[in-house]
């Protein structure tokens, strides 16, 4: 009997065991992915308006170090990926005839995937960075490079050693200390001990006067869906935020941080509520206009004039009329948006809607109103509607 039992235990042991394990596979399978090394797996270069586009489509989402350098003569940008495996990436790819010559890409194991922008000479340049979210869970990392006449050249003469624009630790002080890295070598340096980047951390720590409806914003499911970087070489030039929410599509909470540059200027915050994100048949093609090149016009009207007042000007009347809609519909987004925005002025969330139940008047088919002035808040009504608040932060 003792041994019938032992043999019915040990057999229910092994079941029990595979039962297991087949029960874990799952959360196996979603700890490995989350553990699983980076890999860069396509690379490309593209133009998009003046804008030239550096498109990584990573295994997930990863923050890359970025520096400039110059080898034989010529200026590089570099974007590192540490460790990072490399997928089927070509070793050269052609430039776009305006900043930069070729994009070369270096990858070793244990090294990790470095993407070299190989720039033409004395052709400044400011740039921006973003990440967003890709098919199949994929993470598309993008670095954007814009012609700027305004910003300093980079050395070319001499190798310039590389300036590092991540938060990281810098490597230990030499016996010999080498110059800090000028203004011509492009790029900014994090802060130490900064925040990750595109969060609403980071947000309050750029913005700390709208701490309270920043907080306001995450506690009611909004999320940070896009971040941009704007530099110029040399220095920290802008960030900007979109927030949104998937309950209220139509609209979107758009951040601009622009830093004070020079001593007794504050820095400058704009958090706006807008409706942009409006997609009736008005609203795309009024999107599609305001993208019209100045010669495309004159082939379609006599007189610049002609375009604003027959083409734009009845499509901003029924936007008037839809977003006005739509802010009613949201009023208790709007109005708990300025409550926390201004809350030393109660009655500026009621002023806001009594300006949007106004007649449209196809005379005039938008207006601005300027509701409060500490802070300062501004409600257009041009065409898309948006609510604009402006925080001043002294440095």
């Known amino acids: 009997m003792f041994s019938h039992s032992k043999v019915w235990l040990r057999k229910i042991g092994w079941v029990g065991i595979l039962c297991l394990c087949l029960g874990l596979m799952p959360g196996a399978d979603a700890a490995w992915g989350r553990n699983a090394a980076l890999e860069v797996r396509r690379v490309g270069l593209s133009r998009v308006e003046e804008n030239t586009m550096l498109t990584v489509v990573l295994s ?31 070793r050269v790819m052609a430039g776009d005839d305006l900043l930069v010559e070729q994009v070369v890409t270096e990858s070793s194991p244990g090294s990790g995937v470095k993407i070299v922008l190989e720039l033409y000479p004395e052709q400044p340049y400011k740039f921006w960075r973003r990440s967003s979210a ?5 993470v598309l990392f993008t670095l954007g490079l814009t012609p700027d006449p305004s910003a300093p050249q ?27 890295p000028g203004p011509e070598e492009g790029g900014y340096k994090e802060e130490r001990g900064a925040v990750t980047t595109g969060t609403f951390a980071e947000i309050q720590r ?61 820095g400058i915050n704009i958090v706006t509520l807008t409706t942009d994100g409006l997609t ?24 610049i004039g002609d375009f604003f007042e027959d083409a734009l000007k009845p499509l901003r009347v029924k936007l008037r009329e839809e977003t006005k809609s739509l ?9 708990t948006f300025l409550q926390r925005a201004c809350p030393q002025n109660p009655r500026v969330p009621q002023q ?26 501004i409600l257009n009504m041009v065409d898309f509607l948006y609510v604009k608040v402006f925080f001043l932060e002294s440095r």
Do not use: C
Not at 134 to 138: I, L, S, V, W
Not at 159 to 174: K, Q
Not at 210 to 232: F, I, N
């Open 60 to 90: 997930r989402a990863a923050e890359p170090r970025i520096s400039t350098r110059s080898e034989r003569g010529k200026p590089q940008l570099v974007v590192e990926f540490p460790q990072a495996q490399a997928g089927r990436l070509p």
């Open 280 to 303: 009736s048949d008005a609203a795309n093609e009024y999107r599609s206009l305001r993208q019209w090149s100045f010669s495309r016009i004159k082939q379609k009207f006599e007189d």
């Open 134 to 138: 890709g098919a199949a869970g994929q």
């Open 327 to 335: 802010v009613l519909r949201r009023a208790q987004v709007f109005t």
């Open 154 to 180: 980079m050395r070319q003469a001499q190798p310039a050693p590389e300036t590092r624009v991540t938060g990281e630790t810098p490597p230990e002080p030499r016996m010999t200390p080498e110059p800090p």
């Open 352 to 377: 806001v809607l009594d300006h949007v139940k106004e007649k449209v008047n196809p005379r005039f088919e938008g207006v601005q109103y300027t509701i409060s002035e500490n802070p300062l808040v």
């Open 206 to 266: 750029l913005i700390p006067k709208a701490g309270p409806l920043l907080q306001g914003l995450e506690k009611d499911g909004w999320v940070v869906s896009d971040s941009h970087t704007y530099d110029r070489p040399g220095q920290r030039f802008s960030r900007d935020f979109v927030i949104t929410n998937r309950q209220y599509p139509e609209l979107a909470v758009k951040i601009v941080n622009l830093p004070a540059n020079a001593p007794n200027v504050p």
